[in-house]
């Protein structure tokens, strides 16, 4: 593969992304409208059931908008990775994933093309949602709009590609639906996206243990000190960690060598 | 010369045989016709000769970077319009823009769609999508063409038109095209016939050979005694 093939197909697989992206407006605004629901709505009634002690990486008390914003950030980037992996779903229903897969491009190089592609449409409406909610009334230092998107990147990659590996063991659109229910749900709730893991661990130390092994948890906690303009060393390589080991499984099960679900051709 | 070699292969689905020790070879500059009715292992072969499948026995010889291929589904995006699908496709192949963009007008023009060029995908009819995914095939200028039944749903007028087009093209480009259809009329008298029963080459050769293989008159006649005895 040569600079310019493997330049020239990256971008024409992120701009098809964003084409595709501003052309179903539904999908931006629904994007954007769930996590807001979650703050305008979830986070104002929650507000005093949940107080929130002063934990890494905020230095006082803070309000629970405060808190949720990165959690809802990580929620951004989950359904992102979801409707992409949906999309590949789809994609390879409809044949055009196919097309990608016979064009010249190695196929570990294709699939990353897609993940990036997906992810940098994520960290965008990301962003749009921090400078929502930085105008909202939850304060962050303004460098952390900068900080913060190695982080939105890098935990994009992750849950992007366990989406993609998810995507490649799916073999009908119809069963999207359970994972929506069961892989979604379960990573948002099980996570320290909505409450910090010390209340968890008050409540039941098992669910304390599941929610610190949810690589999502990670994810959240690599957001949130990166708009605080802290470094978490232990949630990049685990994120870290979890986009290899993801985006390897997602390339295993996409070559029909190696392929862990042995589709029928139509 | 060929294109592509394709020897011994078999593959199966389970305890399911879809091919069984299939052998030929796909010339260049010419149109290898692969006939064979619905449940030959046609696409099984297609997947497997353009990578998608894994070969399990046997061996394809064929330069992958050169492949132009039309899926029997469709494989466009809807939502994009036929210039942005083709563009996206060029860029997948490591071609420029402004290169892309004087191929689109090039194929565009013979394929009847200039006019449509920004119009969404989703707004195409069933035979203008069919040109539009020929069209992306070609604008890679592939060495070898798969096309698995291109015409599969398509008026007559349209696929006659579309049966000339791809055969003046294989000879002006310089291009093999492996094509599979089971509407024997789309066959022309100077095309190379594979015909492929119960996953099994029944017939291989110019299209006099196969009729003098099979003492018949027509390459319909032909193709009806080879997988009516395959099918028995």
């Not at chain 1, 405060?66 to 999309?87: K, N």
């Not at chain 1, 921090?130 to 709009?145: K, M, Q, S, T």
């Not at chain 1, 993801?246 to 589709?263: E, G």
Request: charged share 15%.
């Amino acid at each position: 593969m040569t600079f310019t093939l493997a330049y020239r197909a990256l971008i024409g697989i992120i701009w098809r992304e964003c084409l595709r992206f501003v052309h179903q407006r539904g999908r931006f605004v629904s994007a954007l409208v769930r996590p807001l629901i979650w703050l305008f709505v979830f986070a104002a009634g929650f507000r005093a059931a949940l107080g929130v002690s002063i934990i890494p990486p905020y230095s006082t008390y803070i309000t629970y908008e405060t808190y949720v914003v990165p959690g809802l950030c990580g929620m951004i980037l989950l359904f992102g990775g979801m409707q992409s992996s949906l999309a590949m779903v789809y994609d390879r229903e409809m044949g055009s994933m196919r097309v990608l897969l016979t064009s010249p491009l190695p196929r570990w190089y294709a699939l990353f093309c897609k993940l990036l592609a997906g992810t940098l449409v994520s960290v965008m409406q990301a962003l749009v949602f921090l400078i929502i909610a930085y105008f909202y009334g939850v304060h962050f230092p303004l460098w952390g709009f900068v900080t913060v998107i190695p982080a939105l990147l890098l935990g994009g990659l992750a849950l992007g590609a366990f989406g993609l590996f998810l995507s490649s063991l799916i073999t009908q659109l119809e069963n999207f639906a359970g994972v929506m229910n069961f892989v979604i749900f379960p990573c948002f709730f099980l996570s320290s996206a909505l409450y910090p893991l010390w209340k968890m661990k008050e409540n039941s130390l098992f669910l304390y243990w599941l929610c610190s092994f949810n690589p999502f948890t990670w994810v959240v906690e690599l957001v949130r000190h990166a708009l605080y303009l802290k470094f978490n060393g232990p949630a990049t390589l685990v994120v870290l960690a979890c986009a290899v080991i993801f985006a390897s499984l997602a390339v295993i099960s996409y070559d029909p060598k190696t392929a862990l679900v042995r589709r029928q051709v139509s | 010369m060929t294109q592509v070699e394709i020897s011994n292969v078999s593959y199966s689905y389970g305890k399911r045989q879809v091919l069984k020790d299939v052998t030929f070879a796909v010339p260049q500059c010419r149109v290898t016709m692969l006939l064979g009715p619905n449940g030959a292992g046609k696409t099984t072969l297609f997947s497997l000769i353009a990578g998608l499948l894994a070969l399990p026995v046997g061996t394809i010889t064929a330069d992958r970077k050169t492949l132009g291929v039309v899926f029997q589904q469709p494989a466009l995006d809807l939502e994009l319009t036929v210039a942005q699908n083709l563009n996206y496709y060029a860029s997948l192949n490591g071609i420029s823009r402004k290169l892309a963009a004087s191929r689109i007008d090039e194929l565009l023009g013979p394929l009847e769609l200039a006019t449509r060029r920004h119009d969404r995908v989703r707004d195409l009819n069933g035979g203008h999508r069919r040109r539009v995914e020929i069209a992306r095939a070609m604008i890679a200028e592939p060495r070898l063409l798969l096309l698995d039944e291109p015409t599969s749903g398509l008026d007559i007028p349209t696929r006659k038109s579309l049966v000339a087009y791809l055969h003046a093209q294989a000879k002006a480009r310089n291009m093999a095209v492996l094509w599979s259809t089971h509407l024997v009329d789309e066959v022309e008298a100077d095309d190379h016939i594979v015909i492929l029963t119960n996953g099994q080459v029944a017939a291989d050769g110019g299209v006099e050979d196969v009729l003098r293989q099979s003492k018949s008159k027509s390459v319909a006649e032909a193709f009806t005694k080879f997988a009516g005895a395959g099918a028995a």
